[in-house]
């Protein structure tokens, strides 16, 4: 059942924080996923990273999932990523799960930019949008708020907001899940199912089958409409993070 939310909530400047810290009560919205869409695109095979290009001390194939992970003796200077080689994505539906260590955290990055000028610290730099993926449950450092990898905007918007990005800040319109329906979805130490959508300037995260974070990006400056997709490691602390079921479907060309 779809709860619609009469009250909006102005939050200006940096999205950092409990989601909807201000608002007045109101009921939630509880939004299942929508159906997967006919003819997704397997990006992995499984067995190989045949069509991803990443470090090769840090990523490989494990089990039949994709394994990064770094080690004090085989550390990564700077955020590291595994680029997917398909081209630049505009509007898709991506669709995977993963799991990760709580000894720091990972991210799903779209819409991003491969970093080669400049310097950079690695080989494989990625900035854009990134979907958190982290190994907590208590609000704020979940998995699947959005990030500004690489930019200005820090956390853009956060798990439980329906909100609006503006060139001064955001505004939230709608509340998706609260602490304590979280704790409940998110499968610590194990398995999460994601899928992000967007269409336009419009971004949907769901976690384990649950609408968790809709934002519709207005800023006109920062607003970010294609680019690549890659899957983080986190410099400093020693991680590792794994992706599986990996799957693509293109909402336009």
Known sequence: ????????????????????????????????APAEPAGMQSLFDGSSLEGWDGDPRLWSVRDGVIHGETTEENATKGNTFLIWQGGDLG?????????????????????????????????????????????????????????????????????GERAVGKADGKEVI??????????????????????????????????????????TDE????ALSSGVLALQLHAGRPMWAEYRDIRLAKLSE
Not at 95 to 117: K, M, P, V
């Open 1 to 32: 059942m779809r709860f619609m939310l009469m009250v909006a909530v102005v939050m200006a400047g940096s999205c950092a924080g409990v989601p909807l810290q201000a608002a007045e009560a109101a009921e939630i919205e509880n939004i299942s």
């Open 91 to 159: 509007d898709f539906e991506l669709r995977l799960s993963f799991r990760c260590t709580a000894d720091n955290n990972s991210g799903i990055q779209y819409r991003s930019q491969h970093i080669t000028e400049g310097s950079p610290r690695n080989a494989w730099v990625v900035r854009g949008y990134q979907h958190e993926i982290r190994n907590e449950e208590d609000f704020p450092n979940v998995p699947s708020f959005i990030y500004d990898e690489g930019g200005k905007r820090g956390r853009i918007c956060m798990v």
């Open 174 to 215: 709608g509340e998706l899940i609260d602490q304590e329906a979280f704790r409940e979805l998110m499968k610590v130490d194990d398995w999460n199912d994601v899928i992000i959508r967007a269409e336009g300037n419009h971004i949907q995260h769901y976690l384990n089958g649950r609408l968790v974070l809709d934002f």
């Open 219 to 222: 800023d006109p400056e920062r």
